[in-house]
């Protein structure tokens, strides 16, 4: 009988651990696994992000919605746009990439405010 309790105190303790929240604050530079700088500004309630000194969106409309962060991630160098999922994990985001049945994990780092 401990052992069930056990196992479902653990699962909600774990789903407290990666729980996306309202006000997470995406905004600040990010390096890509690409060595690439996106800069993340807020506008609005939602979230955007482009490379310094040009003006594609990489990042678009990330929004909380249903208790997540969902936005688009664009690679303007194959022309592929994929619905995500954002997860803010201390200094990364940690996006969930999903276009048709392929998904994919990619990963950005904050950068230093020095």
């Known amino acids: 009988m401990q052992k069930p309790i056990l196992l479902l105190v653990a ?3 774990s789903t407290l651990l990666v729980a996306q929240k309202s006000n997470d604050n995406f905004s600040g530079k ?10 993340i ?8 992000g482009k490379p ?5 969106f990489i990042l678009k409309d990330l ?11 664009t690679n303007p160098q ?8 954002a997860y803010l ?3 990364r985001i940690k996006f969930l990439a999903k276009k048709g049945i392929i998904k994919k994990e990619i990963y950005w780092t904050k950068e230093d405010k020095s």
């Open 30 to 39: 990010w390096k890509t696994e690409g060595d690439v700088i996106i800069e």
């Open 52 to 56: 310094s000194k040009k003006n594609i």
């Open 41 to 48: 500004t807020k506008s609005g309630s939602s979230f955007n």
């Open 78 to 85: 194959k022309n592929i746009s994929a619905d995500c999922e």
């Open 11 to 13: 699962i909600c303790f």
């Open 89 to 91: 994990e201390a200094n």
């Open 63 to 73: 929004t909380f919605t249903n208790g997540k962060w969902i936005g688009v991630l």
